[in-house]
Nanobody, 120 residues
Framework: QVQLVESGGGLVQAGGSLRLSCAASGNIFSFNTMGWYRQAPGKQRELVAAITSGGSTNYADSVKGRFTISRDNAKNTVYLQMNKLKPEDTAVFYC??????????????WGQGTQVTVSS
């Protein structure tokens, strides 16, 4: 099947940057979309950014202009460059993979999560 391994989380001060990485292995042909969700304490998990195999992207309104999702097909890896981080970005970030069907994302695989903490 598919395994997703995240890396790059950590502690940064407000205004700083982090880059998250997610490497996929296994049946990489079973999905056409990869992305990042996050879940803060007491909050529901939300989609942060996603990218399709064709390069189409979408972002949560709260991160537009600050975060950039990209992919390296040769390495089966997706990145999330996070700039101008805010304390409200603090959350566990989860890599995910699935299918985009008629504009809707169906998530089939999840990583273990990586903690991002932004201090003020």
């Amino acid at each position: 099947q598919v395994q997703l391994v995240e890396s790059g989380g950590g502690l940064v001060q407000a205004g700083g940057s982090l880059r998250l990485s997610c490497a996929a292995s296994g049946n990489i042909f079973s999905f056409n979309t990869m992305g990042w969700y996050r879940q803060a304490p007491g909050k529901q998990r939300e989609l942060v950014a996603a990218i399709t195999s064709g390069g189409s992207t979408n972002y949560a309104d709260s991160v537009k202009g600050r975060f950039t999702i990209s992919r390296d097909n040769a390495k089966n890896t997706v990145y999330l460059q996070m700039n101008k981080l805010k304390p409200e970005d603090t959350a566990v970030f989860y890599c995910a993979a699935g299918q985009t069907i008629r504009g809707a994302i169906k998530t089939d695989y999840w990583g273990q999560g990586t903690q991002v903490t932004v201090s003020s």
